[in-house]
């Protein structure tokens, strides 16, 4: 049985993740920030966006029965996977509304195509890609969050069509 490639299916059925999407976002900029204050630097953005990354995946990998997620991944410096049946998620920092850096990688240039070539997706009947951008102000806190399945625009990585996950902007982190 495959799910529906709509945008309305997809946010349905993505909508119990977007809390813990938020809040372990807007956690790990909080992190991220308070390292850079300790050292008393300025935030350096790859740093940063490395850190948030950590964060969510040791939170992504606690929660993983209870938020009913499987085959999460760290992908290093290339963002995190996981999938959330039947979508396959990659998330990462977005760079100007686009994904950066990921023309080098032919697995992510698949991912982008739509082509589910790992066995274990393929054995998960994955129905879309999906990628998740989040983004930050000039103080490092949670911006946008968006999500839609990805694709190639005007040779940049950006996303076919997308739908912006709620940001409650007076929500402290947990």
């Known amino acids: ?12 059925s993505l909508t119990p993740l977007f809390p813990f999407l938020t809040r372990t976002l807007q956690r790990g900029c909080a992190i991220a920030t308070t390292f850079f204050t300790v050292q008393g ?3 350096d953005s790859a740093l940063a966006a490395y850190i948030v990354r950590w964060y969510f995946l040791l939170a992504l990998r606690r929660r ?3 938020l009913g997620v499987e085959q999460v991944e760290d992908l290093g410096l290339s963002g995190i996977s996981f999938v959330a049946p039947p979508y396959h998620l ?4 977005a760079d100007e509304a686009h994904v950066a850096g990921l023309a080098t990688s032919s697995t992510k240039q698949a991912f982008f195509a739509q082509q ?3 066995d274990w997706v393929r054995a998960a009947s994955i129905a879309l890609n999906l990628a998740v951008l989040w983004d930050v102000d000039a103080q490092w806190r949670l911006r946008s ?3 839609g399945p990805p ?8 996303l076919a069509w997308q739908f912006a996950i709620p940001i409650d902007a007076a929500e402290a982190p947990s």
């Open 90 to 93: 990659r998330i990462w920092k």
């Open 151 to 158: 694709q190639v625009v005007h040779e940049r990585f950006g």
């Open 116 to 118: 589910m070539t790992f």
């Open 145 to 147: 969050l968006w999500v």
């Open 1 to 12: 049985m495959g799910a529906e490639l709509t945008e309305g299916a997809v946010r349905e």
């Open 64 to 66: 993983i029965p209870a």
């Open 41 to 43: 630097a300025p935030v």
